[in-house]
């Protein structure tokens, strides 16, 4: 910095000037005139926001014109013929309205702990929620997850403002503030306690309950005043999300959140550390039925209604934009029509032959769902399930199972158990025992219309249905699909992406998957080269996992993600996808959807079951129009229904066939036979039958034909009145004949000569497909015995050995054989046999005087007579017999021994006959 005199002076008039002044002067206006501004907008705005708001308070509807307990009307599902099939009503819907001295205090403070902790003291909003909700959303960039809605407001918003669901932005934030108005006048007019008991008796609870008393029966199967504080703070922590938190489906999710309650509940003072110690160590899940227990005063709801419920609240939550809460609400209570697509004369069929025990091959068993409650001599509860009943045998019984003959014999392995479980001093809670049996083993039955989605019958289970909402096998209970996945998740990929055809071949040979498990074919066998065709009609395991292998699991997963099932995860993506194994199964609905596709020339359509729901007033509320996407090629689509068309004519699928019908499908068994299935279609229907036990039990072998049966019968009392159909070939199909053990072109003279018959076969193949090369698996060779190599020139003929083999294949196999060995690929040829025999020259006779009667023979020899000595033939014999055994009939090779011109006649023998003599041999 410099600070000379003249720089001084420079400085000084610098800040003096004119120019400096006025840009000073300019720059103080200009900010003050900006902060006017800013003032004036503060002002302006806040007028019309507060304008705005008045507005919105005085749109609000009045307090003393709504009423925000639980009420409603009648609704009711039809048929597809317009027919009445189930009324849904709040009195008979799972909810049964208590008044707040029926609620144990441990209930209420749960509840308020966890939605409200503020309740009794705010005024119907909750300032310090808000304003913590609000810079929790600022901290996390702006995204406002936490909420901080009273159950003032949630009661609210779920009895009085479902008008307004589904809004967003301005309309979303004028709903909000009419919420929060709302809630502050009613806290003027309405007790706490009031306002508690309706909020109780109204959140939906999951499980299709509505209020605590209904979740009360559903989960513990007493009366919401017998809840203690653990099964208390299980129902208080569904309320966040009925869903995810649900206790039967989610029970681990749902143990966090009840350990959340349990801590606010301890925080806020309304239980001792000791009780909240005590209830943790509860274990409260074992409790909880497994099988719905319905105390509906009417006749339960059949599998069908269950199941369109289920999918109406789901098209309420993501279509119109309910919550959970009013999606139930509204069917029960907002009477609507839903308009099902159940057809009852299929849904009669399937009933009757799912309890016909005639088409079951053993006698029906028996399980149960079992739970008892025990006050030990100390006072303290201990609580046991059937799930502890098999711990208890499983140490010294291992296959101990709760399947038995007869209800009798199950409630007496019961009264067995509890009698060795009881100590002295034990005493039962009332009403801490209870038991459910179930037939055994279960079925389930999905029926679709592959051309519209409609979904036409199901049975989720066989025996009486004893209450609404109970376990629905055809859409709850995921199970392995087993073969069934083969032409899903291999073939069907292959054939319509991956250049494959069903001719394409694979070496059904010993196989290790690629982490070092050994895999094998269901019979133990191996068949060599073999067609996915065959593959498809006779469920080979090699095959299938070497196709997807080649084609990667990956594109497998993708495929089937797209033929809409919706419960497998990333860890599914490995060779063993192939067979259907995978970690959660797949639902009876959803695959019968996937076969549905393939007969509807792949075009995947979501099973609907129904097609509209009218409002109270007959207005349409939602048009459940078709859902499609494509999933394969129309000629994938059609050739895989002509393989699987074999599997029922000439397959694993034989018993199915009920005979006036054109059916493709395919069958599916799982280890130790736990799941049997059959999914298939024919140009009408397309049908799949689960068979197996509830505990996941093995099966005989017997019972896998328990689907096969079901499905012959059901689909063949359906279809009695339907006229012939046929699946319709596409355009863009053509047929070749091709070799079965290459899937190439077959060779005449090679493929028809395999010595197990002829290996040529026509196929069915996709425009562009057909192969162009020929079959490179068989081969014509001719083998030398002595050395067991290609025969040479030199190999005499009894020991050429001619025919047609197979090349490339594995020995332990059916090819094997047959097979031409890999050296004898290579061209290796005898080396037994080099070269023909050469035989000696005999010397010439040398010309002397002789008597005649040597010259005579002399002249005879030279002649090609015969000779007298037999030894002088010594070399000639034996070159007649090295001839005879080399089998090629000539002489050319001894051309020098003129004694040998007569041995020509050996020229016309069989390489497999005796030596020809040779002309003028003595006898």
């Not at 909020?199 to 008393?213: A, C, E, F, M, R």
């Not at 009920?658 to 059959?678: E, H, Q, S, V």
């Not at 192969?771 to 060779?781: G, Q």
Request: some cysteine; glycine content about 10%; charged content about 20%.
């Amino acid at each position: 910095m410099k600070y000379g005199k003249k720089n001084v002076l420079r400085k000084e008039k610098k800040i003096t000037s004119t120019a400096s002044l006025v840009r000073r002067k300019f720059s103080v206006i200009f900010f003050k005139t900006l902060l006017i501004c800013f003032l004036a907008a503060i002002v302006i705005g806040g007028c019309a926001g507060i304008g705005i708001f008045k507005g919105i308070i005085d749109s609000a509807p009045d307090i003393s014109d709504i009423d925000p307990s639980p009420t409603g009307y009648l609704s009711v599902v039809l048929d597809n013929q317009g027919n009445q099939t189930a009324k849904l009503v709040a009195s008979g819907s799972n909810r049964v309205y208590v008044t707040l001295d029926e609620i144990p205090k441990d209930l209420q403070h749960a509840v308020v702990a966890i939605e409200d902790e503020r309740f009794y003291e705010h005024n119907g909003i909750d300032l310090k929620g808000i304003i913590r909700a609000g810079l929790t959303g600022i901290g996390n960039g702006f995204h406002f997850s936490q909420g901080a809605s009273t159950i003032t407001q949630q009661l609210l918003k779920n009895n009085v403002f479902e008008g307004w669901v589904g809004q967003s932005g301005m309309e979303k934030v004028k709903r909000k503030i009419q919420e929060q108005y709302l809630a502050i006048e009613l806290s003027k007019i309405k007790s706490k306690d009031w306002v508690l008991e309706n909020y109780l008796n109204t959140i939906n609870l999951g499980q299709n309950t509505l209020g605590v008393q209904s979740a009360s029966r559903r989960y513990f199967g007493k009366d919401v005043s017998e809840l203690t504080l653990s099964e208390s703070a299980v129902i208080a922590g569904i309320t966040k999300n009925p869903s995810a938190y649900n206790p039967v489906s989610h029970p681990k999710d749902n143990a966090k959140r009840r350990k959340q309650v349990l801590k606010n509940m301890k925080d806020q003072g309304y239980i001792s550390d000791r009780q909240y110690k005590d209830a943790l160590e509860d274990d409260v899940y074992s409790r909880i039925q497994q099988v719905n227990i319905e105390y509906a005063a009417e006749n339960p709801n059949s599998y069908f209604v269950d199941a369109t419920i289920d999918q109406v609240v789901q098209d309420l939550v993501e279509k119109k934009g309910y919550t959970d809460t009013q999606a139930y609400k509204a069917i029960y209570n907002s009477g609507l029509t839903i308009e099902s697509t159940q057809d009852m004369g299929i849904q009669q069929i399937c009933d009757e032959e799912v309890n016909n025990l005639e088409n079951y091959t053993t006698a029906p068993q028996y399980s149960f769902s079992y739970r008892l409650t025990v006050e030990q001599a100390d006072g303290t509860l201990k609580n046991y399930s059937d799930q502890t009943m098999i711990s208890y045998y499983s140490p010294t019984r291992p296959d101990y199972s709760l399947n038995f003959p007869s209800q009798e014999e199950a409630q007496a392995a019961i009264d067995a158990y509890k009698a060795e479980i009881l100590k002295p001093g034990d005493t039962i809670v009332e009403g801490g025992e209870s038991v459910v049996f179930t037939l055994q083993p279960q079925t389930a039955v999905t029926i679709i219309d592959q051309y519209t989605g409609d979904v036409k019958a199901i049975v989720g289970g066989r025996g009486d249905k004893s209450g609404s909402r109970t376990l629905n096998r055809a859409t709850d209970t995921k199970r392995q699909p087993g073969s069934t996945f083969k032409v899903l998740a291999a073939f069907a990929p292959a054939l319509d992406t991956a250049g494959m055809t069903l001719a394409t071949v694979q070496d059904d040979a010993p196989f290790t998957y690629s982490n070092g498990t050994p895999l094998r074919n269901y019979d133990d066998s191996y068949r060599g080269f073999t067609t996915i065709r065959y593959a498809i009609t006779k469920s080979i395991n090699v095959v299938t996992v070497k196709t997807l292998t080649d084609i990667s699991p990956q594109t497998g997963f993708d495929y089937l993600k797209n033929f809409g099932f919706t419960t497998l995860t990333q860890d599914d993506v490995v060779q063993s996808l192939a067979l259907g194994g995978i970690t959660q199964g797949v639902t009876n609905l959803e695959l019968t959807a996937a076969y549905a596709t393939m007969a509807n020339k792949g075009t995947y359509t979501k099973p609907r079951f129904y097609t509209r729901i009218l409002d109270h007033n007959g207005n349409v509320l939602i048009d459940n129009t078709q859902e499609t996407h494509t999933v394969l090629k129309e000629s994938t689509a059609f050739l895989l229904t002509s393989a699987m068309q074999d599997v029922v004519n000439v397959g694993t699928g034989g018993a199915v066939n009920f005979g006036n019908m054109p059916i493709a499908g395919k069958t599916g068994t799982t280890t130790k036979n736990r799941d049997a299935l059959f999914s298939g279609y024919t140009p009408y229907y397309t049908c799949s039958v689960w068979c197996g036990y509830d505990d996941n039990s093995p099966q005989d072998g017997a019972l896998t034909a328990n689907p096969k049966t079901l499905w012959k019968n059901i689909m063949g009392r359906l279809h009695e009145n339907l006229p012939y159909k046929d699946f319709t070939q596409p355009e863009g199909i053509t047929a070749a004949a091709v070799c079965k053990k290459s899937g190439k072109l077959a060779v005449e003279g090679l493929c028809d000569a395999d010595p197990r018959g002829s290996m040529v076969e026509t196929e069915y193949f996709a425009a562009g497909t057909v192969p162009t090369e020929y079959c490179d698996h068989h081969v014509s060779a001719t083998i030398c015995t002595a050395s067991g190599l290609l025969a040479n020139e030199f190999c005499p003929p009894e020991n050429r050995q001619g025919g047609v083999y197979i090349v490339g294949g594995s020995p332990n196999t059916e090819d094997g054989p047959y097979l031409l060995s890999a050296s004898l690929s290579l061209e290796n040829y005898c080396t037994v046999h080099t070269a023909v025999p050469v035989i000696p020259e005999i010397p010439p006779v040398p010309e002397i005087d002789q008597p005649n009667n040597i010259l005579e023979n002399q002249n005879n020899t030279e002649a090609g007579g015969q000779r007298e000595d037999p030894e002088k033939e010594e070399g000639n014999g034996n070159g007649n017999e090295d001839e005879n055994n080399g089998g090629t009939g000539e002489t050319e090779g001894n051309g020098d021994n003129e004694g040998n011109s007569g041995n020509e006649g050996n020229s016309g023998s069989e390489p497999d006959g005796p030596p020809a003599e040779p002309e003028g041999k003595n006898p």
